[in-house]
């Protein structure tokens, strides 16, 4: 039992509707007041009759009557206008500054029973997902209302690094998206190290050379770090030697190569092809913030991602090892992952910064003509009956999980309230 599930319990009048005090009058509740999580009483502006007096003011909540004193309230003139006090066991008479008795209600014996069962029933689910066997009794408009909120709040906080980027580039959002994008490249494993790259690497520099593909590639490679050595192939030659030129002129510095992660990666992830690969979208020259926001459906934004590594890499994953041919082109469950994880984010977040609406709805627009993602936590959404149909119900069951289910806070969401009230 906790003040939370309690709280639950007065705030959606879960109880008996005969409710008396440990004194035994009456008691209706005609406003259980207004919640909040600041200091002071749980509740406030309730209006309560109590035997034949009508009061108006503060709620407490409590597991424990004696909680009162435990939490010291009686030396805080905040909780003087508690006109109840609401507990599940009444283990202690509470007594304010002018000696007047509190009415306490004891729930240990007036709450409804059924939703303690269910309540008991959630926290001791041992299911990733606690009410997954009890979905099936949540109403479809129910579910959907929240799946679009679970969605959003999921763009929320993906928002949070996006503000952040901002920050550190000055309000520049072409740097911020450049970045970001970089990050999405290094697919998990290398996301760090890739945003590194981008940092020590401005956006400026490689758009002044992205006429020459070759001259991209050396900046990004050296800058990697992984030029340093020498080379048999022509290929990294030719790059080694450009980006001793550039970085001569530009007075550039290379990251460490230990920084690059390769075990237990796909050969196809492999830090090298995605460089490759990023150069190659940014000598596109056409994927950026702007070009995007004029964008007016998805099909051209596929488009804009359909590249592919420099023709070394179809028989590399490394330089100076050759390996059986197989293209690199960046697919399409890589590029439907940047699309989700970076490009919808900074649409949404560039239309709520702005109040740019149009920009919202692009994004809300791109995540539902994308397939979902694949994971195993999907997997399990999908034992319970729940099939994520695109990437816009893929990320509300994604955030929902991570926010909700994992930490079972059931009480804070629409389903859990649900399934409590059944």
């Given at each position: 039992?906790?003040?939370?599930?309690?709280?639950?319990i007065w705030k959606y009048r879960l109880y008996n509707s005969d409710l008396k005090t440990t004194a035994g009058v009456p008691v209706t509740v005609i406003k259980p007041g207004e919640q909040h999580s600041n200091s002071g009483?749980?509740?406030?502006?309730?209006?309560?009759?109590?035997?034949?007096?009508?009061?108006?003011?503060?709620?407490?909540?409590?597991?424990?009557?004696?909680?009162?004193?435990?939490?010291?309230?009686?030396?805080?003139?905040?909780?003087?206008?508690?006109?109840?006090?609401?507990?599940?066991?009444?283990?202690?008479?509470?007594?304010?500054?002018?000696?007047?008795?509190?009415?306490?209600?004891?729930?240990?014996?007036?709450?409804?029973?059924?939703?303690?069962?269910?309540?008991?029933?959630?926290?001791?689910?041992?299911?990733?997902?606690?009410?997954?066997?009890?979905?099936?009794?949540?109403?479809?408009?129910?579910?959907?209302?929240?799946?679009?909120?679970?969605?959003?709040?999921?763009?929320?906080?993906?928002?949070?690094?996006?503000?952040?980027?901002?920050?550190?580039?000055?309000?520049?959002?072409?740097?911020?998206?450049?970045?970001?994008?970089?990050?999405?490249?290094?697919?998990?494993?290398?996301?760090?190290?890739?945003?590194?790259?981008?940092?020590?690497?401005?956006?400026?520099?490689?758009?002044?050379?992205?006429?020459?593909?070759?001259?991209?590639?050396?900046?990004?490679?050296?800058?990697?770090?992984?030029?340093?050595?020498?080379?048999?192939?022509?290929?990294?030659?030719?790059?080694?030697?450009?980006?001793?030129?550039?970085?001569?002129?530009?007075?550039?510095?290379?990251?460490?190569?230990?920084?690059?992660?390769?075990?237990?990666?796909?050969?196809?992830?492999?830090?090298?092809?995605?460089?490759?690969?990023?150069?190659?979208?940014?000598?596109?020259?056409?994927?950026?913030?702007?070009?995007?926001?004029?964008?007016?459906?998805?099909?051209?934004?596929?488009?804009?991602?359909?590249?592919?590594?420099?023709?070394?890499?179809?028989?590399?994953?490394?330089?100076?090892?050759?390996?059986?041919?197989?293209?690199?082109?960046?697919?399409?469950?890589?590029?439907?992952?940047?699309?989700?994880?970076?490009?919808?984010?900074?649409?949404?977040?560039?239309?709520?910064?702005?109040?740019?609406?149009?920009?919202?709805?692009?994004?809300?627009?791109?995540?539902?003509?994308?397939?979902?993602?694949?994971?195993?936590?999907?997997?399990?959404?999908?034992?319970?009956?729940?099939?994520?149909?695109?990437?816009?119900?893929?990320?509300?069951?994604?955030?929902?999980?991570?926010?909700?289910?994992?930490?079972?806070?059931?009480?804070?969401?629409?389903?859990?309230?649900?399934?409590?009230?059944?």
């Amino acid at each position: 039992m906790n003040e939370d599930f309690l709280s639950f319990i007065w705030k959606y009048r879960l109880y008996n509707s005969d409710l008396k005090t440990t004194a035994g009058v009456p008691v209706t509740v005609i406003k259980p007041g207004e919640q909040h999580s600041n200091s002071g009483p749980d509740f406030f502006n309730a209006r309560i009759r109590i035997g034949e007096t009508l009061w108006a003011g503060n709620v407490e909540i409590h597991v424990l009557a004696s909680d009162w004193y435990r939490h010291r309230h009686q030396t805080d003139k905040a909780y003087n206008n508690v006109i109840l006090h609401v507990v599940y066991e009444a283990d202690s008479e509470i007594i304010i500054g002018d000696m007047t008795t509190v009415p306490t209600i004891a729930l240990i014996d007036q709450a409804n029973m059924s939703v303690l069962k269910n309540y008991r029933s959630l926290r001791t689910s041992r299911l990733n997902i606690p009410c997954g066997s009890q979905l099936q009794s949540v109403p479809e408009l129910i579910f959907n209302s929240w799946s679009d909120r679970m969605l959003v709040e999921r763009l929320e906080h993906k928002s949070i690094q996006i503000e952040l980027a901002l920050q550190v580039n000055r309000g520049d959002w072409e740097d911020a998206f450049y970045q970001l994008l970089a990050r999405n490249f290094g697919f998990h494993v290398n996301a760090g190290p890739f945003e590194m790259l981008a940092r020590c690497l401005p956006r400026n520099l490689l758009l002044r050379h992205a006429d020459q593909l070759h001259q991209v590639e050396a900046l990004v490679f050296g800058q990697s770090g992984l030029m340093d050595g020498i080379f048999k192939d022509e290929y990294p030659a030719l790059l080694q030697k450009e980006y001793h030129f550039l970085s001569r002129k530009y007075g550039l510095m290379p990251l460490d190569k230990h920084i690059w992660k390769l075990l237990r990666m796909r050969p196809a992830n492999f830090p090298t092809i995605r460089m490759s690969q990023f150069a190659k979208l940014i000598s596109a020259n056409d994927v950026s913030m702007q070009n995007l926001l004029l964008v007016p459906s998805t099909t051209p934004i596929l488009e804009k991602f359909n590249v592919s590594a420099s023709p070394y890499w179809n028989n590399h994953y490394l330089f100076d090892k050759p390996t059986r041919y197989k293209p690199a082109n960046l697919g399409e469950a890589s590029v439907n992952n940047i699309l989700i994880n970076t490009i919808a984010p900074f649409l949404f977040y560039y239309g709520r910064n702005k109040g740019t609406e149009s920009a919202c709805e692009q994004a809300f627009s791109l995540l539902r003509n994308l397939p979902s993602e694949k994971n195993h936590i999907l997997d399990e959404w999908m034992k319970h009956g729940v099939h994520a149909d695109s990437a816009y119900s893929g990320q509300a069951l994604l955030g929902l999980h991570k926010d909700y289910c994992s930490q079972k806070k059931c009480l804070n969401c629409s389903l859990g309230i649900t399934i409590l009230n059944k």
